[in-house]
């Protein structure tokens, strides 16, 4: 019997993804996002509750703590931002909501739902989301890459506090097609430039990132914890010309 999964950024392309496949595995789910109609169309189509909120609202930790249940085996949270800009035009408020939606928003979901984590009989799981940008330096990315070290250094530091009764592990995707991303997918000789510099030459699709933190979240991962984990085509350790 599987148990319920939270999910933040449910209604967006790399949490759907999660959610349809923990779905078509039988877990029950809780799905949080901010658009509201796509929110309760996937919902629907997986018939699952789903609490309407913004990350940037305190307020909604509380609400999801309330709506979610009194027992999760697990806590994804696929939010986040890409704020690409010149060190010079980066302002202290893009620094801060990078950081508050990344990192500040993923303590948050963990801490409100730790109560729901330890009722479960079993080892319970949290899958945390950094990137390649806190792994390998990019231009343009100072806010972002800051923000998602961040959240590679939460995650290490609640795995070590929460083991044994809760893992907690990252996974750190290179550049994925999801709506978040269209902003720079748009340019399409773009996208294929940067599809190239991976040694698997093509950019991720939800379902590669799904695919881990669906395994993360189960029982075949009961012994893995404390890990920031890359789904980038080999992008961040590989080169394979020159």
């Known amino acids: 019997m599987h148990g319920k999964i939270l999910i933040y950024g449910g209604s967006g392309g790399i949490g759907s993804a999660i959610a349809r496949k923990l779905h078509e595995k039988g877990y029950a789910l809780h799905l949080v996002g901010r658009d509201p109609d796509r929110l309760a169309s996937i919902a ?27 027992v999760l ?6 939010v986040g931002t890409i704020n690409l800009r010149a060190l010079p035009r980066l302002t202290e408020t893009d620094f801060t909501r990078d950081f508050r939606v990344n990192a500040l928003g993923a303590a948050r979901a ?4 730790l109560p729901a984590l330890k009722k479960n009989t079993t080892t319970s799981s949290v899958v945390l989301f950094s990137s390649i940008a806190a792994i390998q330096g990019f231009a343009l990315h100072a806010s972002i890459g800051m923000a998602k ?23 750190a995707p290179s550049l994925t097609r999801t709506g ?15 599809a190239k510099a991976h040694p698997i030459p093509r950019l ?10 669906v395994f993360l979240l189960g029982a075949d991962a009961d012994w893995i ?11 961040s ?3 394979t010309v020159g």
Do not use: C, H
């Open 225 to 235: 914890t404390g890990q920031v984990m890359s789904v980038d085509g080999g992008r």
């Open 204 to 213: 991720g699709e939800p379902t590669d990132i799904a695919s881990l933190a």
């Open 73 to 78: 085996s697990g806590l994804v949270y696929a």
């Open 180 to 194: 978040l991303a269209d902003g720079i997918l748009s340019n399409d000789q773009m996208a294929a430039s940067i």
């Open 149 to 171: 070290a961040a959240v590679s250094g939460l995650a290490l530091s609640l795995a070590a506090e929460l083991a044994p009764k809760i893992r907690v592990n990252a996974i």
């Open 110 to 113: 963990v801490q409100t739902a």
């Open 44 to 70: 629907q189509e997986l018939e699952t509750t789903f609490t309407v909120g913004d990350v940037e609202d305190d307020a909604t930790f509380a609400q999801v703590a309330a709506e979610a249940g009194d």
């Open 237 to 239: 350790t590989l080169r």
